[in-house]
């Protein structure tokens, strides 16, 4: 997963959560959610246990496009960004 994959899919999934999606991962009962960083710790929780049903597309050099599901990506180049 490239950067700007991983940006776009953050951003996404913290939209869908802020107008109301159910979370795909236990949240703890206490938790409030007050802002958009709370969120985001959300949707990154559930992109580190692989719980995102989406799909990334990758235009090829050809012309063609693939389509590649968040699960089977390595997100070994986005480590750093997956902090909290």
């Given at each position: 997963?490239?950067?700007?994959?991983?940006?776009?899919?953050?951003?996404?999934?913290?939209?869908?959560?802020?107008?109301?999606?159910i979370?795909?991962?236990?949240?703890?009962?206490?938790?409030?959610?007050?802002?958009?960083?709370?969120?985001?710790?959300?949707?990154?929780q559930?992109?580190?246990?692989?719980?995102?049903?989406?799909?990334?597309?990758?235009?090829?050099?050809?012309?063609?496009?693939?389509?590649?599901?968040?699960?089977?990506?390595?997100?070994?180049?986005?480590?750093?960004?997956?902090?909290?």
């Amino acid at each position: 997963m490239t950067k700007y994959e991983f940006n776009e899919l953050i951003s996404l999934r913290t939209t869908h959560l802020s107008l109301g999606a159910i979370p795909f991962v236990q949240l703890p009962e206490d938790l409030k959610v007050t802002g958009n960083m709370q969120l985001r710790k959300i949707a990154l929780q559930e992109l580190k246990e692989g719980k995102l049903p989406y799909l990334v597309k990758r235009p090829m050099p050809n012309h063609k496009v693939e389509y590649w599901k968040v699960r089977e990506m390595d997100l070994s180049s986005v480590r750093n960004l997956i902090r909290e």
